[in-house]
């Protein structure tokens, strides 16, 4: 069995989630830094409230790590499959709490049968585009997000960011194959 | 824009995600200080059962630095450790299925949202043969054994009693009587699992009265 490659703060995505998969706490621990606050504050915007989402955000970890032997490492493994977890607690803390609100409710009252409203998948998508874009860092976040947010042209970034435009044309698509890269290539969102 | 012409098809998609983002900046939270350690917490307490199995299987399966890999199908007790833990003073089991298990099966369960957590292969003590599995599922606050019958695990003198067994082979737990259905559950406390009560084990029962577990296990197996 090949050994735990000790992991640099600079590791590959890729080589986190092989990490986890391979045993390696410090891998966890490493993927809680970089991917934590994603999920928490997917958690926050789906629960509204801190307590829940700290309670939602400790368990997606420790489930992630006794399922690690169900992820298939890969560039784009983190954090779509931590953000799954992620989802599936928090419908279920719903659920939960859903039930539970309807057997306080008197029974002479109209009930509304209807389950509450799933998590909203465009919502978490896009704020897993975002935390990725976040994540890439200056200056290919920045332009990014001037180019296709604010819709700057080009030729205007890089002006404002005193740049070549072949650069700023490099910086682009090397982005955009970043993030390409994170997200597997899907299709939705 | 005119510069996305110069794009691919596939850098295109992502722009097109990227553009989907408008103009909002995600105001982020960060996680509270303290959460990874209360995580780390947890993550201890499953590796001291892990540990705690090496210890009575003697054969880890771990790489070199130390690191535990799961794999279901090697990580069995031994067998000798047990019937000699279970010759001796068994602690009697108490029944606790048959309460639970009405509240469970009224229609509210629906299999098919429900988490597989652990399972385990239900293999018999002296030929090592498959008659089934057993699967610990979570559906929202409630956790369940799911027994799944490849074959017939019966008892014509008796009953089929379903145990969890500690890892310490002395302390068992009854989940209560499994009659022969292709698929049948029972409520699991969670304190079980935390403290190590993982080992699957269905026996034959007479109906004696006495709620010991009568040392004659039909199948058994790990959840991991």
Redesign the interface.
């Known amino acids: 069995?090949?050994?735990?490659r000790p992991l640099s703060p600079d590791a590959s995505d890729a080589e986190v989630a092989e990490g986890i998969a391979?045993?390696?706490?410090e891998a966890?621990?490493l993927a809680?830094e970089r991917w934590?606050?994603?999920?928490?504050?997917v958690a926050?915007r789906a629960l509204g409230n801190?307590h829940d989402?700290?309670e939602i955000?400790?368990q997606v970890?420790?489930a992630a790590?006794?399922?690690?032997?169900l992820l298939r490492p890969g560039p784009d493994a983190l954090p779509r499959w931590l953000v799954g977890i992620t989802t599936?607690r928090i419908a279920?803390?719903r659920?939960?709490r859903f039930?539970a609100d309807r057997r306080t409710v008197a029974v002479a009252q109209q009930l509304d049968s209807t389950p509450p409203p799933g998590i909203d998948d465009k919502v978490v998508?896009?704020?897993v585009?975002?935390?990725e874009?976040?994540r890439l860092g200056p200056p290919r976040s920045d332009i990014?997000?001037m180019?296709?947010?604010?819709?700057v042209?080009?030729k205007e970034i890089a002006a404002q960011l005193d740049m070549p435009l072949n650069t700023v044309?490099s910086h682009l698509?090397r982005g955009?194959?970043e993030?390409?890269q994170r997200?597997g290539?899907d299709?939705h969102? | 824009m005119d510069d996305d012409q110069e794009l691919t098809q596939n850098e295109q998609e992502i722009a097109q995600r990227v553009r989907a983002l408008g103009e909002e900046r995600i105001d982020w939270m960060t996680p509270p200080v303290g959460l990874w350690s209360r995580i780390e917490i947890d993550l201890g307490r499953e590796r001291a059962a892990a540990d705690d199995v090496h210890d009575i299987v003697g054969d880890p399966v771990s790489d070199s630095a130390g690191n535990s890999r799961p794999t279901p199908s090697r990580r069995r007790l031994s067998r000798r450790a047990l019937v000699a833990a279970l010759g001796g003073g068994i602690a009697a089991g108490v029944a606790i299925g048959a309460l639970g298990r009405g509240a469970l099966d009224q229609g509210v369960l629906d299999q098919g949202d429900a988490r597989t957590l652990r399972t385990a292969e239900l293999r018999t003590l002296t030929t090592d043969q498959i008659l089934g599995q057993a699967i610990l599922r979570e559906l929202g606050e409630d956790l369940y054994l799911q027994i799944v019958a490849n074959e017939p695990i019966v008892y014509a003198a008796g009953i089929v009693e379903v145990w969890l067994i500690n890892l310490d082979g002395q302390r068992m737990v009854s989940l209560g009587v499994y009659q022969g259905e292709e698929s049948a559950r029972f409520p699991v406390p969670p304190v079980l699992l935390r403290q190590g009560f993982i080992l699957v084990d269905l026996s034959r029962e007479l109906l004696d009265g006495d709620n010991n577990h009568s040392g004659d296990s039909i199948v058994r197996g790990e959840l991991s």
Not at chain 1, 1 to 4: A, D, G, K, L, T
Not at chain 1, 65 to 69: G, N
């Open positions: 069995m090949r050994s735990v391979e045993g390696s706490p966890l621990r809680f934590g606050t994603l999920i928490y504050t926050i801190a989402a700290e955000t400790q970890f420790v790590w006794s399922s690690r032997h599936n279920e803390l659920r939960s039930r998508n896009k704020l585009v975002a935390y874009l976040e990014l997000r180019a296709y947010g604010n819709d042209p080009l044309k698509r955009l194959a993030l390409r997200f290539g299709n969102g």
